[in-house]
């Protein structure tokens, strides 16, 4: 296990690069920090003339950033910065610090690092929970809010999360190429649940929230929660996805967040 290490992904889809060093040619540049008191790694496409406030991702919970070159060229001019908070990606993989709010500081040491002072905030999956913990410690610096196939909540994951979850594949490669067990383990351990549909509703900005079309994890309750409790959320739907609103068209999800800024946040 790869306790207090950086996490070394077998996939090739995870190439190894020098701090600073662009992924590819024209492709995004890798970035480190230690801000959080572990090794963060995060990938920016680094446009030479941004337009518009930059985007934070805070991906699922066994993604690689690479997942997402094709979103952050997409989103050119605009910046995107997609984070591997602690146990995902090259990141650091302590054998514990798996709470909602250690995730929460990984990207806050990001935010700090890059000296952003305002932002739009970008989730996908498990990645919701350490994202909107932000909306305490940061809520003056968020513009708007995507939340990709979540509710408003941390879930408590079942006993049976790490077991069922090692024994699957995503996107093509098994999933503990992708993420050791032991965060597994211990994000089942240590995550804790906690409600944030009233934060939601107090940020006051726009928030998008995108479910898939099959096996979404935003149930009929939840976007009923949604709209009963954050005004004028938008509540879309991804097609063709299942729970994956980057499958099987990649760029479904960062367009619908393209239409909704350019509608609901026009000039930031």
Excluded at 22 to 35: F, I, K, L, M, Y
Excluded at 85 to 104: I, L, T
């Amino acid at each position: 296990m790869n306790h207090g290490r950086p996490a070394s992904p077998s996939s090739s889809a995870v190439p190894a690069q020098a701090p600073g060093q662009a992924v590819s040619q024209h492709g995004p540049v890798e970035r480190w920090t230690t801000r959080s008191g572990i090794r963060v790694r995060y990938l920016d496409n680094a446009p030479a003339d941004p337009v518009g406030l930059p985007v934070l991702f805070s991906p699922g919970v066994s993604d690689f950033a690479e997942d997402y070159l094709a979103a952050l060229e997409f989103f050119r001019p605009r910046r995107l910065i997609v984070v591997e908070v602690r146990g995902r990606g090259r990141s650091e993989a302590p054998a514990s610090g798996y709470r909602n709010v250690d995730h929460a500081r990984d990207l806050a040491a990001v935010i700090a690092a890059e000296g952003l002072t305002r932002f739009h905030l970008m989730t996908f999956s498990r990645g919701t929970v350490g994202a909107l913990e932000l909306l305490s410690t940061h809520a003056g610096a968020i513009a708007s809010v995507a939340i990709g196939d979540y509710p408003g909540e941390a879930v408590v994951l079942a006993d049976w999360f790490a077991d069922r979850i090692c024994a699957t594949t995503f996107r093509g490669i098994p999933v503990l190429e992708r993420i050791e067990r032991h965060v597994l383990e211990a994000l089942q351990q240590e995550g804790k649940f906690r409600d944030y549909y009233a934060e939601l509703a107090d940020l006051d900005v726009p928030v998008l929230v995108a479910k898939s079309e099959e096996q979404s994890l935003v149930t009929e309750a939840a976007v009923d929660r949604y709209r009963a409790t954050v005004p004028g959320v938008e509540v879309i739907t991804i097609p063709g996805s299942r729970h994956d609103i980057f499958r099987p068209v990649r760029n479904a999800y960062p367009a619908a967040i393209a239409d909704f800024l350019a509608r609901r946040a026009s000039g930031l």
